[in-house]
Each structure stands twice: as structure tokens, then as C-alpha cells.
């Protein structure tokens, strides 16, 4: 019988992160149990990916793992910056 939990783990691609081969057991599980917040964008051109793990998360698991943030990258860097900023002027 085939185990849907695992039928996709053979499967490898290149890992930005790493820059080598990965199997997708790797980013299944990578972040304390979780799948790696880029799984979706690395392996849906190898299979429906999105379906899969949305089938095998909970709702709360999904959330936690491609949590959307609403600052772009340079907002936060900027934020940051200001942040020091204000704790120059303090001390």
C-alpha cells in the first residue's frame, strides 16, 4: 500500500539554501518537524506540491510554515536601521 504521506520523498531537486541536491523528505520535514518555507516555490515544478502538503498539514502547521509577513525585505532592513538609529540618539 502506498503511504501518502511519503510517496513524493524520493524525489530531488536543487536546494537554493544548500546549493546541492536535496530529496523532498529533506524540506518535508526540515524546520522542527515541518516542511521548509520555500518547498512551494522549489518543488512545484516537480509536482503539485501546494496540494500535497496542504492535504498533510494541519491548518495551524500551514499557517506556521508560510506565514506571510507584510513587510518587504528592504522595510525590514530599514526598520532595523532605524531601530539603531533611535538607540544611538538614547545612548
Given at each position: ?12 531537486t ?23 518555507s ?10 503539485p ?13 500551514w ?29
Amino acid at each position: 500500500m502506498l503511504d501518502v504521506e511519503t510517496v513524493f520523498d524520493k524525489l530531488e531537486t536543487r536546494c537554493p539554501r544548500l546549493g546541492g541536491s536535496v530529496p523532498f523528505d529533506y524540506c518535508r520535514k526540515l524546520e522542527e518537524g515541518l516542511p521548509c518555507s520555500r518547498a512551494l516555490v522549489c518543488w512545484e515544478p516537480h509536482f503539485p506540491v501546494a496540494r500535497y502538503l496542504s492535504s498533510v498539514l494541519t491548518k495551524e502547521e500551514w499557517g506556521k510554515t508560510f506565514k506571510t509577513d507584510s513587510q518587504s525585505r528592504l522595510e525590514k532592513i530599514i526598520s532595523i536601521a532605524d531601530q539603531f538609529r533611535e538607540q544611538d540618539d538614547i545612548g
